[in-house]
């Protein structure tokens, strides 16, 4: 009876019950080690997606180039000598940003999504060694670029990474005043105020207090937005820029 075949299996069957037995525990330790292998493959992938940064400089490559006007209400102005392209004879070379006219003290917002890359806050020189310093670049025909830094005065500078496959940087000159948050590192977001318009910087710094002007740029891959137009091809570009609404 099959029954019996099963109480008592035959001497050469039971001679080979061991071995079987050593075989089925192989198969099953070789599986589970499988399954474990595959398990620990497995979560390293579920690891690197999810160490993957939402920010990640390929996803920040998509985003859009959004950004806000530096000072609520304000326009790019039509005035050519205030655009980039602008002629600067006192100095030699050519103006590289957007100069908006303002009250002294009026707030300064950025103008995207970013974090503070520099801040320059260096004294004004005394008013003789910068007429002779604009002297010596007027002669030259061009303002070399540690005579610029100094003509920009207090000075903000964000970086917003990767906008459509470009690094963009903004920077807001000549400001009166730099919030005392705004630190080099310090994440800011687009509206965030940056500081107050002052007239660090210029000829006007000695004098008349009532003055104050925000010298804004866009720089992308560090090459100034509108370089190589005339001013108001220059200007039109920015209005473009500056006129894209953010989504809610
Ligand atoms: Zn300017």
């Known amino acids: 009876m099959w029954t019996e075949f099963l109480q008592l ?42 160490t993957k ?50 009250r002294p003290g009026t707030p300064v917002v950025a103008a995207a999504d970013g974090w503070v890359l520099s801040i320059a806050d260096e004294p004004d020189l005394p008013k003789a060694r910068r007429d002779e310093l604009l002297g010596y670049c007027k002669q030259l025909g061009e303002t070399p670029p540690e005579v610029l830094g100094v003509l920009h005065g207090r000075r903000v500078t964000l970086c917003h990474g990767l906008r459509e496959g470009q690094l963009l940087t903004t920077s807001y000159s000549h400001l009166g005043d730099v919030s005392p948050d705004i630190k080099p590192g310090v994440r800011v977001r687009q509206g965030d105020p940056i500081g107050e318009t002052g007239a660090s910087g210029t000829s006007h710094a000695f004098g008349d207090s009532r003055w104050s002007e925000l010298h804004f740029e866009v720089h992308l891959n560090g090459v100034p937005l509108g370089e190589g137009l005339t001013p108001q091809d220059a200007g039109a570009l920015y209005r473009e820029f500056l006129r894209r609404e953010v989504p809610q």
Request: net charge negative; hydrophobic share 40%; proline share 12%.
């Open 9 to 50: 299996p035959p001497p050469a069957l039971r001679a080979l019950l061991p071995w079987i037995l050593i075989g089925v525990g192989f198969v099953a330790q070789f599986s589970g080690a499988r399954l474990l292998i595959g398990r620990h493959r497995q979560s390293a992938a579920e690891e690197r997606t999810v």
């Open 53 to 102: 940064c939402p920010s990640a400089p390929e996803e920040e490559t998509a985003a859009p180039l959004l950004l806000e006007m530096p000072i609520d209400g304000a326009h790019v102005p039509t005035n050519p000598e205030l655009l980039p392209g602008a002629r600067r004879a006192y100095r030699g070379g050519e103006h590289q940003g957007v100069d908006f006219s303002c």
